[in-house]
Nanobody
Framework: VQLQASGGGLVQAGDSLRLSCVHSGRTGNRPAMGWFRQAPGKERKFVGH????????YYGNSAEGRFTISRADTENTVYLQMDSLKPENTAIYYC??????????????????WGQGTQVTVSS
């Protein structure tokens, strides 16, 4: 499974940004997908997770009620919509896929494949 994240950039506080993650290389059921973020010098934090069919979405504290995860399976793409961005949201954002394992708490170890990350920088 290959994951390609995109959509990051430099924005101002209060702006919105939508990240995309295209997954490829898997036959059979679509993978369940998660988003994480990692600020400089900090550990990787769980943002949210969407099940393989989009029926359930789970958010971590890092989503802060302002982020929304969705998927467009005709495009093999999962999205992270981020609204009302704050400077503290500055981080590298990663998408990840669960193919063999099982989602429980959003621990990074639950995910089998990772994208390369996309930088989001929010200026004040």
């Amino acid at each position: 499974v290959q994951l390609q994240a995109s959509g990051g950039g430099l924005v101002q506080a209060g702006d919105s940004l939508r990240l995309s993650c295209v997954h490829s290389g898997r036959t059979g059921n679509r993978p369940a997908m998660g988003w994480f973020r990692q600020a400089p010098g900090k550990e990787r934090k769980f943002v949210g997770h969407i099940t393989w069919n989009g029926d359930h979405v789970y958010y971590g504290n890092s989503a802060e009620g302002r982020f929304t995860i969705s998927r467009a399976d005709t495009e093999n793409t999962v999205y992270l919509q981020m609204d009302s961005l704050k400077p503290e949201n500055t981080a590298i954002y990663y998408c990840a896929a669960i193919v063999w394992g099982r989602f429980t708490r959003g621990n990074p170890n639950e995910y089998d494949y990772w994208g390369q990350g996309t930088q989001v920088t929010v200026s004040s």
